[in-house]
């Protein structure tokens, strides 16, 4: 259950992540993305991986979401390049897309600061 749980959390905070360019104000979602990185760099990861995939004191090697959801629809990938861009590339990708999208096109967003 608390399995179950935790995937269910996680996978809708990266879909909101990844979705929020296109409906959350671009100052939340840089305040969120530097949270993120924060919370890397106290942790030594994301507080959700660090909880689903730990076993006992130590976690899973290199397992991240990201990975989790392509093995298990059936992909093999690099989990060590998996997570280092998870950590770095794809909040930064976030960004991009949220001042593409809201400063250069204009675009509307429903949640505004």
Same mark, same amino acid.
């Given at each position: =259950?608390?399995?179950? @749980?935790l ?7 990266? @879909? ?5 360019p296109?409906?959350l ?11 993120y990185?924060?919370? !890397?760099f106290?942790?030594?990861g994301?507080?959700l ?13 290199? =397992?991240t =979401?990201?990975? *989790?959801?392509?093995e298990?629809?059936?992909? +093999?990938?690099?989990?060590?390049k998996?997570k280092?861009?998870? +950590? *770095?590339? =794809? ?8 001042i @593409? *999208? ?6 509307p967003?429903w949640?505004? !600061?």
């Amino acid at each position: =259950m608390k399995e179950e @749980l935790l995937v269910s959390l996680h996978t809708l905070i990266m @879909l909101g992540a990844w979705s929020s360019p296109f409906w959350l104000d671009w100052k939340i979602v840089f305040i969120s993305l530097f949270l993120y990185e924060i919370q !890397i760099f106290v942790f030594k990861g994301c507080i959700l991986t660090n909880l689903q995939f730990s076993k006992g004191i130590r976690r899973e090697s290199d =397992m991240t =979401m990201y990975a *989790y959801w392509a093995e298990k629809l059936g992909f +093999k990938v690099n989990r060590k390049k998996l997570k280092q861009s998870s +950590k *770095y590339f =794809m909040p930064a990708i976030i960004f991009i897309l949220t001042i @593409l *999208y809201q400063l250069i096109l204009k675009a509307p967003i429903w949640i505004k !600061i």
